[in-house]
């Protein structure tokens, strides 16, 4: 068996047996190492130096957690609570909501595409919104008796469908600074060549995938009602004093959100970006400025659980990558390919899969597969807009359904703040079994038809 095959059967199987993600990384790496013939200390070597990929990452979601906290200390996420909650006629406490359940439900899920969408685009935060905006929407969660498992669908769908179709933001990064300079470099001396242009036209039938996996999880895998118990503070029928924002106020969110955008779009830094954030929300008026380090420390706090398991993740994609395992992998692939152009599609898409699924994020995925995987389309005679449909749904595969991804480990980190709700169970496997499906379906047609 492949190295990178059973270290990822290893990791899923721990963490299905509800270990932690960040020991099922430790232990599949150093597993999945030994298995390729790496002695001990060549795999805690290679470990330790993938770690500093992580770094970057678990300080860029450290700071966007700051830049979060910060923002729901202005009031502005209990105000968009509050209005949901005042729009349907309800408040904790009450028996239950004075417009239909079926609209309110809707209208929640189009609030939560558009929120996430929005924050990989015109609000640069990821993730960081999801513990701080989420959490007070449980209430009204729990009075819909919605399956929180749609929703964690809902949410994986709108951060990820936006980097792979939309080049703002973090699918700047994804489409124009990722995929198509990885295809370009490992296309170079063969002659294939891609435009920015080209991207977001390959990965359309992909991302029409996406759609049709959320339509499925929302109107069919997932409508039913779905009970969880409501926390002793949900009980009580009172009105709870909330920070009345001025227009200055007001203002100075939206140029902190503005700002904290326009320098992340011009330096390419989530970190810079975030900073700038923060710091023009601690000059707001609503904390004072001697309580900035206490707002920042929440804020590393929040994320740091899905830092420390980026940093595992890069970890586990160093021992992969020293082990010699991944060419391995593609090479035994093709000697089951033959000649098959179609089978060809489908075997690519199936290991980017597997590779996705350990390391946990697209981003990091693709630079490692486009330089075996471009040669194989260019071989198979494929055109430049298929190879880039191939080598970004490869990486995109895995992203939603990995335990070390934070399209599942995001919706957990919100949905889970009263303890009911699994990250295996109820982000991890609803996730993998509605996009990767149809992702590897619409990709696979994609490579046909372009």
Known sequence: MNAIVLAILVMVGLCLARVSVVFSLVVAALIGGLWAGMSVDQVISSFNEGLGGGATVALAYATLGAFAVALSRTGVTAMVSDKALAWVGARPGTAGTQRAPGGVKWLLFVALILVGAASGTVVPVHIAFIPILVPPLLGLMNMLQLDRRAVACVITFSITIMYMTTPVGFGTIFLNDILTNSVNQAGEELGMQVTTAMAPKAMLLPAVGMLLGLLVAVLFSYRRPRGYQSPLNEVKDEKVSRPQLSRKQLIMIGVAIVGALVVQLTTGSMVLGGLLGFALLSMNGLFKWKDQDDVFTQGMRLMALIGFIMIAAS????????????????????????????????????????????IGSSFSTIPIIAAIYVPLAISFGFSPLATLALVGTAGALGDAGSPASDSTLGPTAGLNADGQHDHIRDSVIPTFIHYNIPLVLFGWIAAQVL
Do not use: H, Q, W, Y
């Open 315 to 358: 970890g586990f994609a160093g021992v992969m990558k020293a082990s010699g395992a991944i060419p391995e992998l593609v090479a035994g692939s093709g000697e089951l390919i033959g000649d098959n152009r179609a089978l060809a599609a489908l075997v690519m898409l199936l290991v980017g899969l597997f590779i996705t699924m350990g």
